[in-house]
């Protein structure tokens, strides 16, 4: 089992920044693939970011393409979300999911957080 932890979430203003935090434990070796999610009410999940533990390789939806990033550290089995230029639209509950594939589509991960509110304010 792997064990998710986000955390980071908060209230801001519209242009500002935040930086989630994802902490992994269990069987991580499981996990090849970490990626971002996030729900706003009444809509579906939505992908935000992913990238492969071991080579880094990252990947965004258009949405928060240039205005996100991801990236990991391997040896604190945490992977971050630097959120920037935040938009009313970005309000949502942001979780965190591993896959052992390379995917864009929630029900392809195994392993999710418990989710972390991001609440941006017009």
């Known amino acids: 089992q792997v064990q998710l932890v986000e955390s980071g979430g908060g209230l801001v203003q519209a242009g500002g920044s935040l930086r989630l935090s994802c902490a992994a434990s269990g069987r991580t070796f499981s996990t090849y693939v970490m990626g971002w999610f996030r729900q706003a009410p009444g809509k579906e999940r939505e992908f935000v970011s992913g990238?492969?533990?071991?080579?880094?390789?990252?990947y965004y939806a258009d949405s928060v393409k240039g205005r996100f990033t991801i990236s990991r550290d391997n040896a604190k089995n945490t992977v971050y979300l630097q959120m920037n230029s935040l938009k009313p639209e970005d309000t949502a509950v942001y979780y965190c999911a591993g896959t052992a594939y390379g995917s864009k589509w929630p029900y392809e991960y195994d392993y999710w957080g418990q989710g972390t509110q991001v609440t941006v304010s017009s």
């Open positions: 990238i492969w533990w071991a080579s880094g390789h990252t």
